[in-house]
C-alpha cells in the first residue's frame, strides 16, 4: 500500500502541490502536517509510522519534507527497511524498493555518518582548546530547562557580535560571570567571536 506524507511549515503554505502529486503517484492514504521542519514532535508522522505495514511504501514529494536533518532521514528510513518499508521520493527520484535507490541512500547515511565524525572531532577540539586556556567545558551541575534556553540565546547574541556583553546581559537579565559560565557551558571560546567591542 502507498501512503503519503505531506507537510508544510506554515499555514500561509499550501500542501495542494504535494498532495496531488502523492495522489497521481497511486497514494491510498496520505498524511497532512503542518509543522516546522526543525521540530521534534511531529504527531502525524508517528501515526503515519504506527500504521505502517511490512510491503508499504511511504511516498513524500522531497526528502526535506519527510526528516528534520539528514540524521533523522537516515534513522527514519533504517526503521522503515527494518519494517520491509519502503521510501518513494518523487522530486528526488529515490526508492529505497530498488537496489538503485538503496545504494543512494547508503551514500546518504555516510554521509550522516562523516558529519557526525566531523561535529564530534570538533567539539573535541574546541574543548581541549578552551582547556589549554585554563577553562573547562561541560554541562554545570543543576542547570534547568530554563536556564538552558538562556544560555542558547546567550550564545546566539554573542555569535552575532551586535551587542556589547553589558548590552546582552541585560537584555536576558543575568550577571556577567553567568553570562561567561554559560557561554563556557555552551563550548564557546571566550573572545573568539567578539574581541574588543564586548570588552
Known sequence: MKIGYARISTKEQNLDLQTDALKQDGCEKIYTEVMSGTKADRPKLQELVN??????I?????????????????E????FIEQDVGLRSL??????TTPQGRLIFNIFASLAEFERDLIQERTTAGLAAARARGRLGGKPKGLSQK???IACAAETLYKE??????QIISQLGIAKSTFY???????IIVGSYIKNKNK
Do not use: A
Request: no cysteine.
Open 51 to 56: 500504521n505502517l505495514r511490512p510491503g508499504d
Open 58 to 74: 511511504v511516498v513524500i514529494w522531497k526528502l526535506d519534507r519527510l526528516g528534520r536533518s539528514l540524521k533523522h532521514l537516515v
Open 76 to 79: 527514519l528510513v533504517n526503521k
Open 91 to 96: 522530486h528526488d527520484h529515490i526508492d529505497t
Open 147 to 149: 536556564n538552558e534556553s
Open 161 to 166: 557580535g551586535k551587542l556589547t556583553v553589558s
Open 181 to 187: 559560565n554559560y557561554l563556557r557551558h555552551r563550548n
